[in-house]
């Protein structure tokens, strides 16, 4: 048996004329993340705790911002096909521990939703997804609401 962790963090800026996507879930907001992608902070720290794990590089050596395929892509799909090269390696999810540093809105509510899209594509139960909220306390970026920010540790096992 052969058992390790992993560790990822994502930054987004955070503009008008944006969707708002974090943990699979659409959250009703007057902005949201900026990115290549559809900017989901929180699912992007995940895959690259569960790649860094699995010796995989990071979610940018397989899903380049460059490569126009990837333009406003559902990271719910980046989270599958980093599930599909960790099962190429043998490896399964234990646990994920997260944590998203956002203002507003409050993430709080959404929570129960979030842990259940990504318990089902981890192919995991529920109790092994947490998902944790905080504020910057008004201090910085994220404090004044221009950015948001996820940390994900993660268990695999072979």
């Known amino acids: 048996m052969q058992i390790r962790t992993g560790f990822g963090i994502d930054v987004h800026r955070l503009a008008n004329e944006y969707e708002l996507f ?20 929180l699912l992007h ?41 960790l099962k190429g390696k043998g490896y399964h999810v234990v646990n994920i521990d997260s944590t998203v540093v956002l203002e507003q809105p409050k993430l709080n509510p959404h929570i129960p939703a979030m842990c259940e899209v990504i318990a089902s594509i981890l192919e995991v139960d529920l109790d092994a997804i947490s998902i944790k909220a905080t504020t ?6 994220f404090g004044e609401g221009r950015a948001i920010k996820a940390y994900a540790s993660c268990l695999i096992q072979k």
Do not use: Q
């Open 22 to 41: 974090v943990g699979g879930i659409k959250i009703e907001s007057t902005f949201g993340a900026v990115g290549h992608s559809d900017a989901d902070v």
């Open 45 to 85: 720290a995940i895959c690259d705790a569960l790649l860094g794990a699995a010796n995989l590089r990071d979610i940018g050596f397989h899903f380049s911002d460059k490569d126009p395929k990837y333009k406003g892509i559902d990271s719910k799909i980046l989270l599958t096909e980093v599930m599909k090269l």
């Open 136 to 141: 910057h306390e008004l201090v910085d970026s």
